[in-house]
């Protein structure tokens, strides 16, 4: 793989598609039992290869993900829900095989590709859901109410799923495993820019404990604090946009809601995979990040004042701001995942995505809980002298988003020595 960087300067775009793919299939996972394992993955993603573990985690989602639509229990649907994430342990591993399958300067894509998976996934999955789920009430000509699918009505999306899911297994039969297994050792012929490259990449930096390696856990702690402001975010903004208002809410029905997350999650993808690795060639990883986190923080604060608009404007206005939030919220979420891989070495980084995993699922965990609590409060203050009503939910928000912006400095943020330099430009 190293050999291969060295003879071509390009992005592997055929590899970097086929990590895009399986990410895809696998985003959607109970967040409890991927906080349980993902170290573990990363662990042994680390000791016997990349490969082995992504395909264990693709047929384990397509074992659990069949099972799952013919639960005709609640307990039964839980545990394999369950299952799905205690045996998800590719994502902190797709992270990993990212940066080792890019050249330094194509990190930035590499990773970004990784990230549009979700994008995707937020949009397809529930199409899929939506058009399939229950067919034979809405195709009873196709699918008769004594069928097979009339006695397991959410059994034919899973199955369409779990087919993907089994042409993504057998394409795997052609990906290629990262993970240095030898030692390498230079040789007098080998040509010096190669092995410096090599050298550069696969050569063990420290020894020590990950989680006293603060330029990790540092951005780490960036990561986190951003999919919790994310998720919080996301759990707000359709209860708020809904509320009426008098309220302090825009009024806003499901469809038109529905409608802002489409063009959002599509606007996404085409951010992120044509204009975030530019931007970070010309500011570089943390400058990007600043500048993601302080738009951010504005941004929250002109979501209170929009309600005063009127259609089509408020329309407008809202799906410009969302759009412009959720680009941020991705920017430093790719950013951080960046300054992660380039803080451990290649033996290290699959457990450093675990640990990253795990901190950011009980995160998640935590933030629709937390966000929905403040809502309901905030919807018995609306006569408050100050920060009336729902303008105190996005004035806690951009103090998270702020504290993103202040975190991306020392000596919070500990960077390695390139990503000092950068900063300082």
């Not at 989602?61 to 799905?84: E, K, P």
């Not at 998800?88 to 990212?98: I, W």
């Not at 912006?405 to 020392?410: A, D, L, R, S, Y």
Request: proline content about 4%; overall charge positive.
């Amino acid at each position: 793989m190293d050999r291969r960087k060295v003879e071509n300067s390009g992005i592997p775009y055929v590899l970097l598609f086929h990590m895009w793919i399986i990410n895809l299939v696998t985003c959607a996972s109970y967040m409890l039992g991927r906080a349980l394992t993902s170290i573990l993955w990363g662990i042994l993603a680390d000791q016997i290869g990349r490969k082995p573990i992504i395909v264990v985690t693709i047929f384990s989602m397509l074992v659990f993900n069949t099972l799952f639509g013919l639960s005709v229990r609640y307990w039964m649907a839980i545990a394999t829900r369950f299952l799905l994430g205690f045996l998800h342990g590719s994502l902190g591993t797709l992270r990993a095989y990212a940066v080792e399958v890019c050249r330094p300067e194509h990190h930035a894509i590499g990773l970004s590709i990784v990230s549009t998976s979700w994008a995707v996934a937020l949009i397809i999955g529930p199409a899929i859901g939506g058009y399939l789920a229950q067919p034979t009430e809405k195709y009873p000509k196709l699918f008769p109410a004594n069928s097979f699918f009339g006695r397991f009505p959410y059994f034919l999306p899973c199955l369409c799923m779990s087919v993907f899911y089994f042409v993504i297994l057998i394409s795997c039969i052609w990906l290629s495993e990262t993970l240095h297994m030898h030692r390498l050792e230079k040789k007098e012929d080998q040509s010096t820019n190669s092995f410096e490259f090599v050298n550069e990449h696969s050569t063990s930096t420290t020894t020590k404990s990950l989680f006293r390696n603060w330029p990790l856990m540092s951005s780490i702690t960036l990561f986190c604090i951003t999919c919790f402001d994310d998720m919080a975010y996301s759990e707000i903004f359709p209860l708020w946009a809904e509320s009426n208002k008098k309220f302090g809410g825009l009024s806003f029905s499901t469809e038109d809601v529905g409608n802002v997350l489409v063009v959002t999650g599509a606007s996404i993808l085409l951010y992120q995979t044509f204009i975030y690795p530019r931007i970070v060639q010309v500011l570089g990883v943390i400058n990007t990040s600043r500048v993601a986190a302080i738009l951010s923080t504005l941004l929250l604060i002109t979501y209170p004042p929009m309600t005063n608009l009127s259609r089509p404007w408020l329309y407008y206005a809202v799906n410009i701001a969302s759009l412009l939030k959720n680009i941020c919220v991705a920017t430093v979420v790719t950013c951080s995942f960046i300054l992660q891989n380039n803080s451990v070495p290649q033996d290290q980084r699959a457990t450093a995505n675990g640990i990253a995993t795990t901190l950011m699922s009980f995160g998640k965990a935590i933030a629709p809980a937390g966000a929905g609590i403040m809502f309901s409060w905030a919807q018995k203050h609306h006569h408050a002298f100050l920060f009336s009503g729902d303008q105190i939910l996005f004035f806690l928000l951009s103090i998270v988003a702020f504290l993103e912006f202040i975190w991306t400095f020392k000596p919070f943020l500990a960077m390695t020595k390139k990503y000092s330099v950068d900063a300082c430009h």
